[in-house]
């Protein structure tokens, strides 16, 4: 069994910091890639950031420059370090993974359950 979990949410002043971390466990045998999807009420669920197997990232506009994605790979860990936040990024961020797990050759995407970023004066 194949379990992502996040942490590090909560409610933050505007222009503050947060980290968040997204823990995997199990018969993990390789990552592809990981990343972290927000979704705000009314709105789609969007890519906020992802990482590679090779390294390579991709960050949506709305982030680029404050926000910083990082991953140990040891560890089948991944960060979001989120600088300088706004209002607007309020959501509940998910962690993606998509990796092999077990026996099995294919590549399946797993989710996380969510934590609650709230950035308000």
């Known amino acids: 069994q194949v379990q992502l979990v996040e942490s590090g949410g909560g409610l933050v002043q505007p222009g503050g910091s947060l980290r968040l971390s997204c823990a995997t466990s199990?018969?993990?045998?390789?990552?592809?890639?990981m990343g972290w999807y927000r979704q705000a009420p009314g709105k789609q669920r969007e890519l906020v950031a992802r990482?590679?197997?090779?390294?390579?990232?991709n960050y949506a506009d709305s982030v680029k420059g404050r926000f910083t994605i990082s991953r140990d790979n040891a560890k089948n860990t991944v960060y979001l370090q989120m600088n300088s936040l706004k209002p607007e990024d309020t959501a509940v961020y998910y962690c993606?993974?998509?990796?092999?797990?077990?026996?099995?050759?294919?590549?399946?995407?797993?989710w996380g359950q969510g934590t609650q970023v709230t950035v308000s004066s």
């Open positions: 199990g018969s993990i045998f390789s990552i592809n890639a």
């Open positions: 993606n993974a998509n990796l092999r797990a077990g026996i099995t050759t294919m590549r399946n995407n797993y």
């Open positions: 990482i590679t197997s090779d390294g390579s990232t």
